[in-house]
């Protein structure tokens, strides 16, 4: 993956108010552009490339931008069909992008043993290296202060591995049931589409879009949840990188939530208040 545009903000993560010259010039630079940019309704389908993005926008001013990644074979819509996560979101004044990423599991690349269907699906690297930048320089979307992830299932692993990959872009990142650790998860049919056998490829497993090996470039804080009833995808995967994340980086707020629950709209729905409250922070 290449580095973002000249949007891509380079701060020190995790609540500081610093900017370093690099930033500034970035300010500057958008403050310029602002007038070449697209204006859209505030509910509207933006095509990036063969892919719709859903943009849903507030009444009055923007609060932040935030990205929601839906899970492996969710449609865009879901999350608002679901829940009240949306509604709720646009009335605290957040802008929601919402690709249609589909069967995507966020791999940054496909090999030779993926399987031929999932080299269909949209990667990793289009979302850090196409989608961010297309509607940074044509919208203006993402391109202010305030920038924050929301993943759900498969979308969760989606949210952490772009949040990685593009340096202190994102400040806040929300997690739900997600799985984050590859080398615990050598059965998962998803990965092995991917990625081959992990007996035949172990090092492409765990150096490859894999958040725990890449969790010192932290740099945001964090909400993660997870159902200790979830039979989907194991609560330890949860739990043992949000300690993970609480130990090596001090100065990032982690808040974690285990209640008992599923992997099913009916949690992530019950979340909602949850989340906008740590948003609001």
């Known amino acids: 993956m290449k580095l973002l545009p000249v949007f891509l903000f380079l701060l020190l993560g995790c609540g500081s108010g610093k900017k370093n010259i690099q930033q500034e010039n970035n300010d500057s630079l958008q403050t310029k552009s602002t007038s070449q940019r697209m204006i859209i309704s505030k509910d509207t389908i933006i095509q990036v490339g063969n ?7 507030p009444d009055g001013e923007i609060k932040a931008d935030i990205l929601v990644l839906p899970g492996w074979n969710f449609e ?24 249609e990423m589909m069967k995507s599991v966020y791999a940054a690349q496909y090999f030779p043993e993926t399987k031929k269907e999932y080299k269909n699906f949209l990667t990793l690297t289009w979302v850090i290296d ?19 992830l929301h993943g759900i299932s498969t979308g969760s692993r989606g949210a952490a591995l772009v949040h ?4 202190n872009l994102f400040t806040k990142v ?4 997600g799985d984050f650790n590859n080398a615990t998860m050598t059965t998962d049919n998803l990965l092995k589409n991917i990625f ?21 470039q932290w740099t945001a804080d964090l909400y993660i949840a997870h159902g200790t009833a979830d039979d989907v995808v194991p609560t330890d995967q949860s739990i043992n990188f949000a300690d993970k994340i609480e130990k ?4 990032c707020l982690v ?6 629950a599923k992997h099913d709209f009916k949690f992530w729905g019950s979340e909602t208040e949850k989340v906008l409250e740590f948003l609001e922070r």
């Open 51 to 57: 892919t719709p993005v859903w943009v849903k926008s």
């Open 76 to 99: 865009k819509e879901k999350i608002c069909k679901e829940s009240d996560f949306c509604e709720k979101a646009l009335a605290k004044g957040y802008r929601l992008i919402l690709p």
């Open 130 to 148: 196409t989608m961010i930048p297309e509607l940074q320089k044509k919208y203006g979307i993402f391109t202010g202060k305030n920038n924050y």
């Open 164 to 167: 990685l990959n593009t340096g």
């Open 174 to 177: 929300v997690l739900l049931s």
């Open 196 to 216: 081959g056998t992990y007996d035949q490829f172990k090092e492409r497993w765990i150096a490859n879009d894999n958040p725990w090996d890449q969790s010192t």
């Open 248 to 251: 090596e980086h001090s100065t």
């Open 255 to 260: 808040i974690k939530n285990f209640p008992d």
